[in-house]
């Protein structure tokens, strides 16, 4: 269901992504709705390698209890997966590995541009955010545990909405 992308591609496409969901390795063709858990992705930035050696990566605080735990334990590699719309809809899979950050000296930093994105869409005309659901947002960033996905490999499929 699902074809490979190169790793160019990859970072074209997956950063248009509005939502993340992550599953086992062993659901490889798992489908996510397009309006779910946008929270996860608002709090989360995405830091394209810059060479060969520096793989693609994903920073994201987590509050959930359930998800911090299961991710703390998740040790093999795993699926993290999204969706945009665009005419059809655009299912986008990344292969890779997450680790707990604990003492990354660019959290502040992290925190202060993903709060300032999250300011921007408040009211807004385009992707906009209510109050309260920028409020949920910023206790996100506030009380979140910090995680790294590192990409190892990126993957694509499209249907039609009708």
């Not at 394209?48 to 998740?74: I, M």
Request: hydrophobic share 40%; net charge negative; with cysteine.
């Amino acid at each position: 269901m699902y074809t490979e992308l190169s790793a160019e591609e990859g970072r074209i496409y997956l950063p248009s992504i509005v939502n993340l969901i992550f599953k086992p390795k062993n659901e490889p063709n798992f489908f996510v709705q397009p309006w779910e858990n946008h929270a996860l992705r608002d709090c989360a930035e995405f830091q394209l390698g810059r060479e060969e050696s520096a793989p693609d990566q994903l920073l994201f605080f987590v509050t959930d209890p359930e998800l911090a735990s299961a991710l703390r334990e998740e040790t093999e590699e795993l699926f993290l997966f999204g969706a945009y719309n665009q005419i059809t809809v655009c299912q986008m899979r990344a292969r890779g590995t997450v680790t707990l950050l604990k003492n990354y000296a660019q959290t502040e930093q992290l925190k202060l541009r993903l709060r300032a994105a999250i300011e921007v869409r408040i009211d807004s005309k385009l992707n906009k955010l209510t109050r309260q659901e920028a409020r949920e947002r910023f206790e996100i960033l506030e009380e979140g545990s910090l995680f790294c996905f590192r990409v190892n490999s990126y993957a694509y499929s499209f249907y039609d909405r009708g």
